[in-house]
């Protein structure tokens, strides 16, 4: 029976998915629904089911002068190979750099918003989760505002979510997670926008508070290298050099209100809809206005290194959504002329 269980255990690990090991952020999702999560200095994208972790993916957001915004949001329409008309600020800057200006470009390879693009927020934010035509650009801090993917990501996220499903961006320096083993792993991440905002005060007490819960030790020696590092890399700070081994999966703890508890789904109050909202699916083609950037299909560059640049202005200009192109019929869900989400408030 032992030798069962231990090759029962041996096959799990060897077929557990590649972002099973992925830090999780101090984010309490709905018991029931969808919810995704963008944490900015982390550079990923969270997809949460009734409570559960789905997938994880890597993503580019935006740069620290065209930042995306944080906040919470909902998840509105797809498009199914964009036609991305480009907002007039972009049209400024591609004659400022002496680029050829374009209003538009067709769905294609030289189309930056890849095979879809699924709508984050009031259409007017110009905002979304997008594939991309330079794979080698995410992760990264490099967008207009926008979310980008690589595109088989994007593709399979567009047909796991749900228009309608709940969405917030969040600004995460640290993550603190716990294993089935019951310890600590720290991991810590640059500060793209400066904003130099966390809270070691509440970090401490998390781990300090686990730690007596849990008859283990930190090793400040770990947490301060770690802190100091910021390179995005899991670090277990209660491990002996042993045991340094992530045991089963992660569990986010609370640490940014200092409780050390770990992270419970929150409670949905009320009877949730026999039937799931209706996806919001434009025809293919359709023109969408988004704030990202003409890159070039050839532009690879490195894995995102830059150290935090100075500020950006608070806001961004918001950009208006255009409707869909009627293009012949494609092999995508139906089509819904379903109008987008109710508008949300307009960031200052």
């Known amino acids: 029976m ?46 949460y089911q009734n409570g559960t972790l789905l997938k994880s993916y890597n993503v580019a957001v935006g740069k620290n002068t065209t930042r995306t915004p944080l906040g919470e949001y909902k998840i509105g329409a797809k498009a199914y190979n964009p036609t991305w008309h480009i907002p007039s600020s972009i049209q400024r800057e591609m ?5 050829p200006v374009q209003t ?33 650009s995410v992760p990264g801090v490099r967008s207009h505002g926008c979310v980008r993917m690589q595109s088989p990501n994007a593709l399979e996220f567009a047909k796991s979510v749900r228009s309608g499903a709940d969405a917030a961006v969040v600004y995460q320096l640290a993550s603190l997670n716990v294993d089935e083993a019951g310890h600590l792993w720290l991991a810590a991440y640059r500060d793209p926008y400066n904003k130099k905002n966390l809270d070691r005060s ?20 770990r947490v301060n290298h770690t802190l100091t590092q910021r390179n995005g890399r899991l670090v277990c700070v209660t491990c002996t050099a042993a045991q340094n081994k992530v045991q089963g999966k992660l569990s986010a703890l609370a640490w940014q209100s200092g409780s ?21 699916i434009l025809p293919e083609g359709s023109a969408v206005e988004a704030l990202t950037d003409p890159v070039p299909s050839s532009h690879n ?9 100075t500020p950006a202005p608070a806001s961004t200009p918001p950009v208006r959504e ?26 200052l």
Not at 106 to 133: E, S
Not at 301 to 309: D, E, G, N, Y
């Open 104 to 136: 538009t470009i067709p769905p294609g390879p030289k189309n930056p918003l890849g095979p879809v693009f699924v709508r984050l927020g009031d259409p007017k934010l110009g905002l979304g989760i997008h594939g991309t035509n330079a794979p080698g």
């Open 301 to 309: 560059p490195a894995p995102h290194t830059q150290k935090p640049l």
């Open 202 to 221: 509440a970090l401490n007490n998390s781990m300090t508070n686990w730690a007596a819960q849990n008859q283990l030790k930190i090793n400040t020696q």
């Open 260 to 280: 050390g508890d770990l992270v419970s789904p929150k409670a949905v109050f009320g009877t949730p809809p026999s039937v799931p909202e209706q996806d919001q």
């Open 2 to 47: 032992k030798k069962i269980t231990l090759h029962c255990w041996a096959l799990c690990l060897l077929s557990a998915p590649a972002w099973a090991n992925t830090p999780l952020p101090d984010f309490a999702p709905p018991a029931e629904g969808q919810q995704v999560v963008i944490n900015i200095p982390q550079l990923k994208l969270f997809l």
């Open 95 to 99: 004659a400022a750099k002496g680029q």
């Open 322 to 347: 255009l409707k869909p192109i009627n293009t012949a019929p494609v092999a995508v869900p139906p089509a819904s002329d379903t109008p987008e989400e109710t508008m949300l408030k307009q960031l």
